[in-house]
C-alpha cells in the first residue's frame, strides 16, 4: 500500500488547489434564452404606383415583421407578415386614412409595436367652396397635398352626378385654389348650386376620388360681399340663405 501514498497525497493537492481558487465566472446565456426583440425603427409610408409603400430598419434577431394598420379611428389591426424590410399594402381603405406599425417577430417573440407612421389620406385636406361670397365666380382652396405631382379640380351638378374636370394644376406652382368663373367657358351660372372635388395625381395614378364633393354656388341677387350678415337657416328643403330684400336662394 505505501507505493500508492505518493499518487494519493498529490491528488489530495489538486483538490486543495480548485477549492481555493473561488466561484468561477458566470456564463452569459446563449443569444437565445431570453432575448428581448426591439421593434422596427425609421418606419417610412408613402403611396406609390396606388398603393401604400412601407419600409423600416431591420432588427438582427427578427425573422418575419407583423405589418398592422389603423383604419380611420380604429384600432391596429393585423394584416399581413414579411421576413423582408418593407411592404406594399393595396387593399387599404381610400376612404380613410390609414397608419401603420410593425413589429419584430423571431418565431417565438414578438416586440412591442412600432412607432406608428404618418398618417396617410387620399384626399386633399381643408377643401372650402365658396357660397354666395362673389357674384360672378365660385373659389375653391385646399390644403397642399406633399405628395402630389398635380391637382386636378371637378365640378358635379349633383352630389353624385358626372364629374366635369375644370382644371389641371402643376404642384410646383404652389397654389392650392381654384376660381370658376361665369365669364369661362362652361362656367357656373348664378343661382345654381355646384358640386367640387380636388383629387391629385403622383406618378400618373390619380387620388382622392372617394372625397366628397363640396357645395357652392353664387348670385348676383343677394349681399355677396358680406355673407356673414346673411341669415343661414338649415330646413327639411334644404339650406336657405335669406337676404331682406330678395328671395331665399335654395342649397
Known sequence: MRKFRPYFSFLLFCLLFISCKGPTTPVEPSADSSVVLIPPGDLSARFSEGAISLSWSGVHEAAEYYIYRQDGEGDFVLIDSTPLCGYTDRNYPGDRFVRYAVKSVDGIEQSELSEPSTELKEWVENLQVS?????????????????????????????KGIPEERARIPASDNTFYYEDNSTDTGGPVADRTYYYQVQWKKDDISY?????????????????????????????????IQDDNNLPLLF
Open 131 to 159: 357660397v354666395l361670397e362673389y357674384s360672378d365666380r365660385i373659389r375653391i382652396s385646399w390644403d397642399e397635398q406633399p405628395e402630389a405631382e398635380e391637382y386636378m379640380v371637378y365640378r358635379f351638378g349633383r352630389p
Open 208 to 240: 382622392g376620388s372617394t372625397c366628397p364633393g363640396a357645395l357652392g354656388g353664387f348670385s348676383g341677387s343677394i349681399d355677396t360681399g358680406e355673407p356673414e350678415n346673411n341669415d343661414f337657416l338649415t330646413l327639411p328643403e334644404g339650406n336657405f
